[in-house]
DNA sequence: AATGTCGACAACCGCTGTTTG
DNA sequence: ACAAACAGCGGTTGTCGACAT
């Protein structure tokens, strides 16, 4: 495309490096809110000092309600192993065989467990089929369902001030994971009540009930 | 106790594929 | 048919904590 690209967002105005809590707040309770059909606009309307791609990236590798956190199981990782033997570096497709685990994580995984484990066997294992996955019923990324609600061009103001340790309040956050609802087979239990549950619950935990009230007044 | 090294992981960068006007 | 805009992907880098010296 032969004139180049303009750059997905201005340098200088964005802020950089790591994400804060408040700034991840911002953007759950954003996307909760009006989903996130287009992630270039996304920041201005959440009044975030982000790039888009960068708040993409934020909610898809971290934010999201049902991504896994924490170590790979071993059945996971020789599942990567294998797929990886077929699929080579495609983490977006490794990764759709691995409810809850994102690309980013599994490239990284594999970058510094896997691929040291492997070396010393010369690379291949053993297994190499290609018809997959049995265990894998893909019930990955479910974020799309998020994105229903209309969004203006509003921005949303909304202060937040805790200091809290955000990952810690996450941690404790077992009981909602949507991957044991589906477990259990509550089919019928909506993602939209579970991710509703889900920011409530952060709400409470930050002391950000009272804000979100006001908001939902003022929408 | 201070400093250096290494590993893990979050985040960024740039490219590609797809969609849209 | 073409160009621009956008989302997504994979490679790479930066930062921070753990461990060794």
Not at 155 to 183: A, H, N, T
Not at 194 to 213: A, C, D, M, P
Request: proline fraction near 4%.
């Amino acid at each position: 495309m032969g004139k180049g690209r303009a750059p997905c967002c201005d340098k200088d105005k964005v802020k950089r490096g790591p994400w804060s809590a408040q700034e991840d707040l911002r953007l759950i309770t954003f996307i909760q809110k009006h989903g996130h059909q287009n992630w270039r606009s996304l920041p201005k309307q959440a009044g975030l000092l982000r790039c888009g791609k960068s708040c993409r990236l934020r909610w898809i590798n971290y934010l999201r309600p049902n991504v896994k956190r924490g170590n790979f199981s071993k059945e996971e990782e020789e599942t990567i192993i294998r797929l990886h033997d077929s699929l080579g570096n495609k983490w977006s497709k490794i990764a759709s065989h691995l409810a809850g685990r994102t690309d980013n994580e599994i490239k990284n995984v594999w970058n510094t467990h896997l691929k040291k484990r492997l070396a010393p066997k010369n690379g291949k294992t053993p297994q190499n089929d290609e018809s997959k996955e049995s265990s894998s019923s893909c019930s990955c990324v479910t974020s799309e369902e998020v994105n229903k609600a209309e969004i203006s061009d509003t921005v949303f103001d909304i202060p937040l001030e805790s200091d809290s340790d955000f990952w810690d309040m996450l941690d404790s956050l077992g009981s909602f994971k949507p991957d044991e609802i589906q477990s259990n087979g509550v089919e019928e239990y909506s993602k939209e009540t579970e991710n509703n549950k889900w920011l409530r619950y952060l709400e409470i935990e930050l002391g950000l009930e009272v804000t979100r009230n006001e908001d939902q007044h003022n929408l």
